[in-house]
C-alpha cells in the first residue's frame, strides 16, 4: 500500500468552457445568417423554373422546408428565442432587394410571377410561425450539472 496520495486531473477551468460556448454560439449564428442568405439566392433561382413552359411551385416548398430548418438551427445553436432573426434578416432583406426594379431595369420576383410571390409570402409566414412557437414555448427546464 502506497502512502501517496492518488493524482487526479484537475477540472477544466470554467473559463475557458464559457469561452468554448460562446464561441460555438457566435460560429452557430453566423451560419445560421449565412444560410439564410443561400436558402433565399436558391429559392430567387427556383422561383422562375420552368417545367413545359409552365411555373412550377417548387420555390415554395424549398422555401417552407429550408425556413423550418433554419430556424430550428438557429435556436438550437445560438440558445436564445431570438435567434430565429438570424437566418430571417438577410433572408428579408434579399427577398425586398429582388423585388425592386433596378436602374437597368432588372427585376428578380415580378408581380405576375405566382410562384415569386407564393414563395414569399409562405417564407415570411414560415419565419414567422417559427418566431412566435419560440416566442411562447415554455422556459427551458436548467440542466443539473
Avoid at 422546408?65 to 435556436?75: D, K, P, R, T
Avoid at 438570424?86 to 428579408?92: V, Y
Amino acid at each position: 500500500m502506497s502512502a501517496a496520495p492518488e493524482e487526479t486531473a484537475p477540472p477544466p477551468p470554467v473559463r475557458s468552457r464559457r469561452l468554448l460556448d460562446l464561441a460555438l454560439r457566435v460560429a452557430g449564428g453566423l451560419i445560421a445568417v449565412l444560410g439564410g442568405t443561400l436558402t433565399a439566392v436558391l429559392e430567387l433561382l427556383l422561383a422562375t423554373l420552368r417545367v413545359g413552359g409552365q411555373l412550377i411551385g417548387v420555390s415554395v416548398l424549398v422555401a417552407i422546408g429550408a425556413n423550418i430548418a433554419l430556424s430550428w438551427f438557429a435556436h438550437e445553436a445560438v440558445g436564445r428565442r431570438w435567434a430565429v432573426a438570424l437566418p430571417a434578416t438577410p433572408w428579408f432583406v434579399l427577398m425586398a432587394v429582388a423585388a425592386v426594379r433596378t436602374a437597368e431595369g432588372d427585376l428578380l420576383v415580378s408581380g405576375d410571377n405566382w410562384v415569386g410571390l407564393a414563395m414569399i409570402v409562405a417564407g415570411a409566414m414560415t419565419f414567422a410561425v417559427m418566431g412566435f412557437r419560440q416566442i411562447l414555448a415554455p422556459p427551458p427546464v436548467p440542466s443539473g450539472d
